[in-house]
């Protein structure tokens, strides 16, 4: 089984919260406000856009967003933070459409045009470098590389995402080898590649640039998304098999000399991507070992965190390794805890159902699953009711499984532009018709 995760771009950093609470002043889910304040201001907007199910996007709000060594650049920007599941932020999503949470915007608010687009986590040092290339860019001041590198960025924030590529690709083929932003421009390469559909080309640049990111805490992200990359490819691609075991490679020397700047949940991905490069081998008795090892990195992480909230990010890795291993049950008590702790998120319930449903325990996965349904809002209400289907099938119930596909596309059909998805749409409605009458 494939296992979910997504791409190199949940990053739970470890890093210490300020003990002061938030450090920037974010603007919450108001894009006019900011943007007239960041107009009366002469300054660009920094955009941080997130889910409620993204624990990426919690863990940059716990632990980046607080830190104290941020308090300077409070005033550089105007800091707008937008709930992607709102329908309220809709209007936000088609000027500035997310493919992956989460996605971090700089924005020149005379022209409205994305500078920087970013997507994924980032540690303080990350965002440092990547809220000054935003600056440089909304002052005119790239030169050289830098220059080329703005260009990239306007591209990708376009979705014009092969021109980004080949962008990116110049400013990293002229990079100088100490240029800060190199990092970041093969992160973006990276994605830009994926979402131009061109896989190889992907799993080649990770590779390419290992050597030069190998001492850096990019490191981990950049070999995760170039391992997914690699094992996407066909299996009689000619290059395959070298770009798999190379780039697996890299990942086991991640791991095995993790260094404390290294985001924990990027390992985290490292570790079910190699799951996946063992399964694709045919080799169950090394995946069933990755899936321990990971699940015990996990629960130490998890041990660690200073607060319920930080805790509650690995819950939904943790549920993910624990499904795998077909132990379903380890995942009830942390799940039970987040929702004692978080009562009004969806978020346990939503995946107390799936662990239930994974324990064969049926009538309390659709207790969950109710419980998470009256919580829930915006697109997650699908991938709920989604779930709740599957669940009514197996407990056997064909009529209750069709009710709630067809809950689910009218939910879908109901988003307004920005969150709404006719390829969603469609994929749905093939399920309901697959579904037994």
């Known amino acids: 089984m494939k296992l979910a995760r997504s791409i190199g771009l949940l990053t739970l950093l470890a890093l210490p919260a300020s003990a002061g ?29 997130w889910a409620p199910w993204c624990h990426t996007c919690r863990s940059m709000q716990a632990f980046v967003f607080t830190d104290a060594s ?21 209007a936000f999503l088609t000027k500035y459409p997310v493919e992956a949470w989460p996605t971090l915007f700089v ?71 100490d ?8 992160q973006s390469l990276l994605f830009a590649s994926r979402r131009a559909g061109d896989r190889k080309g992907c799993a080649e640049a990770a590779r390419d640039a290992f050597p030069r990111l190998r001492n850096l805490p990019s490191a981990a992200d950049v070999t995760a998304s170039g391992l997914d990359c690699a094992l996407s ?9 070298a770009l798999v075991g190379a780039l697996a490679a890299d990942a086991r020397e991640v791991i095995g000399r993790r260094s404390a700047d290294v985001a924990a949940d990027d390992i985290s991905s490292l570790y079910g991507s190699l799951a996946d ?38 819950d939904s890795h943790r549920l993910e390794v624990y499904l795998a291993l077909g132990q ?3 995942a009830i008590p942390m799940l039970k805890q987040s929702e004692k702790d978080f009562p009004d998120d969806y978020n346990p319930p939503a995946r107390l159902a799936l662990a239930y449903e994974g324990m064969k325990e049926y009538e309390r996965a659709l207790m969950a699953s109710d419980s998470a349904l009256h919580r829930a809002y915006g697109p997650r209400m699908i991938q ?53 009458q």
């Open 384 to 436: 709920i009711l989604t779930a709740r289907s599957r669940i009514c099938l197996e407990k056997g119930d064909r009529l209750s499984a069709r009710i709630a596909m067809e809950e689910a596309i009218r939910n879908a059909e109901a988003l307004p532009p920005g969150q709404r998805s006719d390829a969603q749409i469609a994929s749905l409605q093939k399920r309901l018709e697959e579904l037994p």
């Open 328 to 330: 379903a049950e380890r």
């Open 107 to 177: 924005v020149d608010p005379n022209t409205e045009t994305a500078l920087v687009r970013f997507a994924g986590g980032a540690t303080v040092t990350e965002l440092g470098k990547l809220l000054d290339d935003g600056r440089r860019a909304a002052e005119g001041q790239e030169k050289g590389v830098d220059e080329i590198l703005a260009k990239a960025d306007l591209l990708y924030g376009e979705k014009k995402n092969v021109e980004a590529a080949a962008a990116y690709r110049k400013a990293l083929a002229k990079a100088p080898a």
């Open 70 to 90: 941020l308090a300077p650049r409070a005033r550089q920007f105007v800091w707008l933070s937008i709930n992607t599941e709102k329908k309220s932020n809709a």
């Open 233 to 241: 490819l066909k299996p009689d691609d000619p290059g395959r098999p």
């Open 277 to 314: 490069e063992r399964e694709a081998a045919g080799d169950e008795a090394g995946r069933h070992q990755i899936l321990v090892d990971w699940a015990s990195f996990l629960e130490a992480e998890a041990a660690r965190a200073a607060t319920p909230e930080a805790r509650t990010v690995f």
């Open 179 to 186: 240029w800060p932003s190199y990092p970041r421009a093969v």
């Open 21 to 49: 609470g938030p450090v920037l002043p974010f603007v919450e889910d108001d894009y006019a406000k900011a943007l007239s304040q960041a107009v009366e201001r002469h300054v660009p907007i920094f955009v941080d856009a």
